[in-house]
């Protein structure tokens, strides 16, 4: 039975994203630069305009990279930078075909600790530390994929009763404190930044 995924807010594209890990993977890639529910329903439009009820890796692999980056183009856009995702979409689907022979959900599957887990989404191309570990934590808190010691290899993304990534998302009440701990953060980095600078003293 898939779970109950509200990541992208529309029915139809939440449903693909609980049947599909290669839907998942790619949400959680195009999530960045724009509201998490643009991110996660691009999967579902990009099914869609292929004419199919789901991504194929070994499909958007060897597809016409001009011709992918176009479908993404279209209105509305997938992304805000349809063309440089089309091409982190394909080198992610090419990795795939090469590492896991196209099937997305290999990637957990067989992983044996969090820690392992951890080092095969790091070396997704696309995926850098945090984004593996907020994958991680999605995974264990949404999916039920849950190897040894997934908690503390997502790091503070795998705390429990918390608002702070994606993997936290289970309506809209959830995504609204997501958003807000994103502003939060956001506002606090801007801080930290503008510190240093008033700070200064002259040490004539």
């Not at 599957?109 to 850098?128: C, H, I, Q, V």
Request: aromatic fraction near 6%.
């Amino acid at each position: 039975m898939s779970p109950e995924i509200h990541l992208a807010q529309q029915p139809e594209a939440d449903e693909l994203l609980g049947r599909s890990p290669l839907a998942a993977l790619v949400g959680m890639l195009l999530d960045q630069q724009v509201p998490m529910e643009w991110a996660f329903s691009g999967p579902y439009t990009i099914a869609t305009r292929m004419g199919h009820d789901d991504l194929d890796a070994h499909e958007i692999a060897v597809h016409d990279p001009e011709a992918f980056a176009a479908l993404l183009s279209e209105k509305p856009a997938v992304h805000r930078y349809p063309g440089s995702m089309a091409k982190r979409i394909q080198q992610l689907c090419r990795f795939l075909v090469d590492e896991y022979g196209g099937d997305a959900e290999a990637v957990w599957r067989d992983a044996a600790t969090g820690t392992e887990l951890l080092a095969r989404l790091k070396a997704l191309p696309g995926f850098g530390e945090q984004k593996a570990r907020i994958f991680l934590a999605l995974l264990g808190k949404r999916y039920d994929v849950r190897p040894t010691g997934w908690r503390e290899a997502a790091g503070a993304y795998g705390e429990a009763s918390c608002y702070r990534s994606a993997a936290d998302i289970t309506g809209p009440e959830s995504l609204a404190k997501v958003r807000a701990h994103k502003q939060e953060m956001k506002a606090a980095a801007k801080a930290s930044a503008a510190a240093p600078k008033s700070s200064k003293t002259s040490r004539n």
